[in-house]
Structure formats: structure tokens, C-alpha cells
């Protein structure tokens, strides 16, 4: 069964701070990737996706991903992190081709961000 | 404008009265999907469906049934409730072509089973 792992389940960083959240996927031959952050109370938005082509791809509020098949990993990134960034966020993975359907989500990583 | 809507938002009832929480979304989207969220467990996916009439497991359909009678809408029924059904309830729309897509979220349905 397909799986994700986001080993960080509480993160910390100061305002203006780079960011990197991890994530680590179960093998498959043509992942589709998703990174959704949800602010308190709220649902989920989509920050960004990648299927295919450029490995590093960009999103939503500055955040961008990269791809790396030989580490089944999209970490996700911020180069200077805002107040309002605090939230959790969640990587997803999907697979291309007959019979994939299922949409598994990792567990989350909560963001804290100090003034 | 383009989204996914769920009723009723907040939902208290009692164990074992049948409940419906509905789910609509106004995209063409063939793909539909109900998730559920728990602290520390992340959104697990419940059902989905492909489209009209095609519906299929996900990780925790135990105590679920959904119908998909019409593209737009997307029941999910819990016919006995039970107090660890309690949750945080989401529902997704997608398109559907080689694989799932980038999905829109409805605003979630939050569920207490007294």
C-alpha cells in the first residue's frame, strides 16, 4: 500500500527563517505530489503539485518543492518564513495509470512561527 | 464560482441514529472522495469514486457507505453511528485523468457521536 511520511510532526521557526519540511513517499513508478496546508479551523488549500517534468516546482505564498525519485522525497520549502505561515501541512501521493485512484495523506507538520 | 459544498458544517447526534452528510460540488469533476481528519492521524480517505456509480474503498471504510447517483454529489451515510466516528469530515473533488489531480476541499463537516 501506497504510504507518506512526514517525520516532523511539530516544527518551529523563527519569523524570517528558512523553512524545510519533510516528506518521504512509498515507491511508485509515476508519483503525483501534493503539498496542502490547512490555517486553524480552516479546510485545505493546495500549495503546489508536481507530475512531471521540472523536478523543482513552485507554488502558492513563496513556497516551492523538489522532487528527488532517488530519495522518494518532496520536501517542501520556504526561503524566509511570515507570521502568517503558521499552520499544518500535509504531503499527499497519488499514482499515475489503471487502477490508482487512492489519495494517501502523511500525517502532518505543524508550523510555529516566533516574531 | 468554482466549489465543493458540505451539510450541515456541525452535526451532534447519538449512537446508532442513522445520519447523511451531504456533499456537492459544481466543477464537472469526475473524481469525489471523503476523507477524515484526527489530531495526529492526518486525513485518512474513506471512500471515493471514479464517477457515477463507481465507488471504491479507501483506507478506513468500516462503518461508511457512500452512493454516487449523480456527478455532482457525493452522500456520505453512516447507518449506526458510533462514538469513534467522531471527527473532522472532508469532502474533495477532482479531475480525473491518468491518476487523481489536484483536489478542491469542501469546508469539512465536524461530527460528534454522543
Known amino acids: 500500500a501506497q504510504s507518506v511520511t512526514q517525520p516532523d510532526i511539530h516544527i518551529t521557526v523563527s519569523e524570517g527563517a528558512s523553512l524545510e519540511l519533510r516528506c518521504n513517499y512509498s515507491y511508485g513508478a509515476t508519483p503525483y505530489l501534493f503539498w496542502y496546508v490547512q490555517s486553524p479551523g480552516q479546510g485545505l488549500q493546495l500549495l503546489l503539485k508536481?507530475?512531471?517534468?521540472?523536478?523543482l516546482v513552485q507554488g502558492i505564498k513563496g513556497f516551492e518543492a523538489e522532487f528527488k525519485r532517488s530519495q522518494s522525497s518532496f520536501n517542501l520549502r520556504k526561503p524566509s518564513v511570515h507570521w502568517s505561515d503558521a499552520a499544518e501541512y500535509f504531503c499527499?501521493?497519488?499514482?499515475?495509470?489503471?487502477?490508482?485512484?487512492?489519495?494517501?495523506f502523511g500525517k502532518g507538520t505543524k508550523l510555529s512561527v516566533i516574531p | 464560482e468554482a466549489q465543493v459544498t458540505q451539510n450541515p458544517r456541525y452535526l451532534i447526534t447519538v449512537t446508532g441514529k442513522k445520519l447523511t452528510v451531504t456533499c456537492s460540488q459544481n466543477m464537472n469533476h469526475e473524481y469525489m472522495s471523503w476523507y477524515r481528519q484526527d489530531p495526529g492521524l492526518g486525513l485518512r480517505q474513506i471512500y471515493y469514486s471514479m464517477n457515477v456509480e463507481v465507488t471504491d474503498k479507501g483506507d478506513v471504510p468500516e462503518g461508511y457507505k457512500v452512493s454516487r447517483k449523480e456527478k455532482r454529489n457525493f452522500p456520505l451515510i453512516l447507518e449506526s453511528p458510533s462514538p469513534n466516528q467522531t471527527s473532522l469530515y472532508f469532502c474533495?473533488?477532482?479531475?480525473?485523468?491518468?491518476?487523481?489531480?489536484?483536489?478542491?476541499f469542501g469546508p469539512g463537516t465536524r461530527l460528534t457521536v454522543l
Open positions: 499527499a501521493v497519488s499514482y499515475s495509470g489503471a487502477g490508482s485512484y487512492q489519495l494517501t
Open positions: 508536481y507530475f512531471s517534468g521540472d523536478t
Open positions: 474533495a473533488s477532482s479531475d480525473l485523468y491518468q491518476g487523481v489531480k489536484d483536489q478542491f
